[in-house]
């Protein structure tokens, strides 16, 4: 199951202040799953990119195969990532 | 694989009364099932934590993590959606979760906590995440640069100003009240600020924008005259609202909605629990939560083992 579940592309939209965007993170590391981190509070590129995306400015925002969770959703997240 | 969607005691809510709640059911080898719509509760954003004992100084991400470490060590099943509705049509209590799903449990732990007092006002919802935000310490760094409003005059309002008039060209504080409730050492810090503009006995009565917010309508308490104050960011630090929407018909509320329990966290109603700060538990602390979490576990486990075998209850899984 953790095979499969690494091969989808994961980012995650966050600040460093956070909670949930950790919470977020720590979440994924335990699943085993690896991502990409930008920091929308210094990367500015990213952040136009989240608002884009998600159509909203908060934090954390999930692509996971260019599917948007607002949030740390864990029972949408787990969707995405069966 | 079908899904179990019954259980003898339901916790709903996983800040420290659900997630103790969980420990002592485990512990007791309860049946149990915990939904919740986040981990941690408030806690989550608690900056630093200086009165659990055995930590001298902890951040609440941190205290979350290890409470979401001791939980798991127990194996004991979650549900991650938020409760809409909890009823007791039979001998059993029917849950409804947002994602549509319905569990039944023999005695549930409420132990939901509380939210972030929304203002009301036309445009709130609309531009939730558009601009207006609940979590200064999540979002403020995203809004460097840009004007904003700060609506309310405690002190995590404060908190919010004080972080943000480094970064802001402009932060508007608003306050209903005609003074400040913040601590002295923050009320003067961001009265020092030259870029922050103090508003008391003043409430936002509408917030705009397009597809962002883009200005904010508020008007004098005391004179009635309106302001436009454009701004792109509102931050919303009115305090909190007890998560008790969904048991209003099976409970008495007190006037702000928590749910009044006795010293053995019991509601009134067999087999229902309350815990922490959803409850009128004087005292909202995350060590006094987590003992009442302990508590009602300890409580449901002695009302399950006195029930009567051989009920017809595993027949009418809701």
């Known amino acids: 199951m953790m095979a499969e579940t690494s091969t989808k592309r994961v980012t995650i939209y966050s600040t460093p202040t956070c909670p949930y965007c950790r919470q977020a993170k720590d979440y994924l590391t335990q699943k085993g799953i690896s991502f990409t981190e930008l920091n929308v509070a210094a990367d500015m590129e990213a952040r136009n990119a989240m608002v884009q995306k998600s159509g909203q400015l908060g934090v954390p925002v999930i692509e996971i195969d260019g599917q948007v969770v607002v949030g740390f959703n864990r029972g949408k997240l787990d969707e995405l990532l069966k | 694989m079908s899904e179990k969607t ?6 709903l809510g996983a800040g420290p009364a659900g997630m103790t709640a969980a420990v002592y059911a485990a512990r007791k080898q309860i049946d149990a099932l915990v939904i919740s719509e986040n981990v941690g509760g408030q806690t989550t954003w608690s900056a630093e934590i200086e009165n659990h004992l055995g930590f001298r100084l902890i951040t609440g991400p941190e205290l979350v993590a290890k409470f979401e470490d001791h939980v798991s060590k127990f194996n004991v099943p979650r549900v991650f959606s938020k409760v809409i509705r909890l009823t007791r049509p039979g001998h059993t209590f029917s849950i409804e979760t947002e994602d549509g799903r319905t569990f039944a449990a023999r005695a549930v732990i409420v132990a939901t906590g509380k939210s972030p007092r929304l203002l009301n006002v036309p445009g709130e919802k609309q531009y939730m995440g558009r601009g207006v935000t609940y979590c200064a310490t999540c979002d403020g760094p995203l809004f460097a640069g840009k004007n904003v409003l700060v609506a309310g005059g405690g002190n995590s309002g404060l908190d919010a100003v004080v972080q943000l008039m480094k970064i802001c060209p402009k932060v508007y504080l608003v306050e209903r009240e005609s003074e400040l409730r913040a601590d002295a050492v923050m009320i003067e ?30 008007r004098n308490l005391k004179g009635g005259e309106m302001r436009r104050l454009e701004v792109e960011g509102v931050f919303v630090e009115i305090g909190l609202v007890p998560n008790s929407d969904f048991v209003k018909g099976m409970l008495r509320l007190n006037p702000i909605g928590e749910i009044p329990v006795d010293c053995a966290s019991r509601t009134g109603i067999p087999g229902l629990y309350a815990a922490g700060d959803v409850t009128d538990v004087p005292d909202k602390q995350i060590i006094i939560a987590a003992g009442d979490g302990a508590k009602a576990a300890l409580g449901a486990y002695s009302y399950i083992v006195r029930l009567p075998a051989g009920d017809d209850w595993h027949r009418t899984p809701a």
Do not use: S
């Open chain 2, 189 to 218: 810090r961001a009265r020092k600020a030259p870029n922050v503009e103090i508003l008391t006995d003043t409430a936002v009565v509408e917030i705009a924008g397009d597809a962002f917010v883009n200005a904010v309508t508020v």
């Open chain 2, 6 to 11: 019954y259980y003898d005691l339901i916790i």
